[in-house]
């Protein structure tokens, strides 16, 4: 069993819509829980930081920690072809080694 | 802020020849630097931990000597594939870890395609 679940979709929507991203885990010892966007042939860009449970919101992007059920999530409202990337969850036990361990990554696709 | 390169961004190489890569840090210093490996639709795989200063950190099953770092100053780690073959072809991601107050974060570079002919 892998460490991170992440489904790796692909997710298609239409412009608009909400968007719901997840990824489980398996190891009650993670405690920092980041969200990527990476578009293709490029490096992954930090879109979320979020630590133990709990929501966070930034403009459109929501993260939500649900710590009990080890499960992640990130809400992408109105979405837009622009948002048309590869998403990646990412997770530390620990700040202070910075090792991340990240989900395959859903590739989502907006439809104008 | 914390913009982090990668040179080259695409490398064609023969079988049998070294190729180096280098990260580096912008806008700040990064004390640890990373660099991953990420093949075709798959997600990003630690390779090692790299260090200023110091010998870096390889995961398990990634080969010391075939993956050369040096991270000889706090903006600039470099990679250096020894002796590459077709199998190595792949997309090599770096980051650097900072702190901004309490937060702990890596900004990753845009990567570098390698490919071994």
């Known amino acids: 069993q892998k460490e991170v679940e992440q489904d790796p979709g692909p997710l298609s929507v239409p412009e608009g819509a909400i968007v719901s991203l997840n990824c489980t885990y398996s190891n009650s010892a993670f405690q920092y829980f980041m969200w990527y966007r990476q578009y293709s042939r490029k490096g992954p860009e930090l879109l979320m930081y979020?630590?133990?449970?709990g929501n966070k919101e930034d403009g459109r992007f929501t993260a939500q920690v649900d710590k009990s059920s080890k499960y992640i999530s990130l809400f992408i409202r109105d979405s837009q072809p622009s948002d048309s990337a590869t998403y990646l969850c990412a997770m530390s036990r620990s700040s202070n080694t910075g090792k991340l361990i990240f989900g395959q990554g859903t590739t989502l696709q907006v439809k104008p | 802020g914390a913009v982090v390169s990668q040179h080259p961004s695409r490398v064609i190489c023969k079988s049998g020849t070294s190729v180096k890569i280098e990260c580096r840090s912008l806008d700040f210093q990064a004390t640890t630097m990373f660099w991953y490996r990420q093949f075709p639709k798959k997600s990003l795989m630690l390779m090692a931990t790299s260090n200023e200063g110091s010998k870096a950190t390889y995961e398990q099953g990634v080969e010391k000597d075939k993956f050369l770092i040096n991270h000889a100053s706090l903006t600039l780690s470099t990679l250096t594939v020894t002796s590459a073959h077709p199998e190595d072809s792949s997309f090599y991601i770096c980051s650097a870890r900072t702190l901004a107050g309490f937060q702990e974060t890596q900004y990753f570079g845009p990567g570098t395609r390698l490919l071994v002919l």
């Open positions: 979020t630590y133990s449970s």
